[in-house]
């Protein structure tokens, strides 16, 4: 299952990217900055989807996905 089927989307609605930036000395965490617009184009809310590997073997990964409305309150949040 994608990460974006876990988001609570209205019909007609789509995410676009926005941005990515990456932390940690290895780069072991990945943020990425989408925004969630309607139909017509304008942005209804946002999404930060979080990858984060271990430095450790056996390098797990972890995963976050929030989804934020228009005045920024959580939507959704999972993590797996």
Do not use: C
């Amino acid at each position: 299952m994608s990460w974006k089927a876990k988001l609570n989307l209205n019909k007609g609605n789509e995410i676009k990217f926005v941005s990515k930036f990456e932390a940690g000395h290895m780069g072991q965490k990945e943020r990425y900055t989408y925004e969630v617009l309607d139909s017509e184009g304008v942005k209804v809310g946002s999404v930060k989807y979080v990858v984060e590997t271990s430095t450790k073997a056996p390098f797990s990964e972890s995963f976050s996905v929030t989804q934020y409305d228009a005045s920024d309150n959580k939507v959704v949040f999972e993590r797996w």
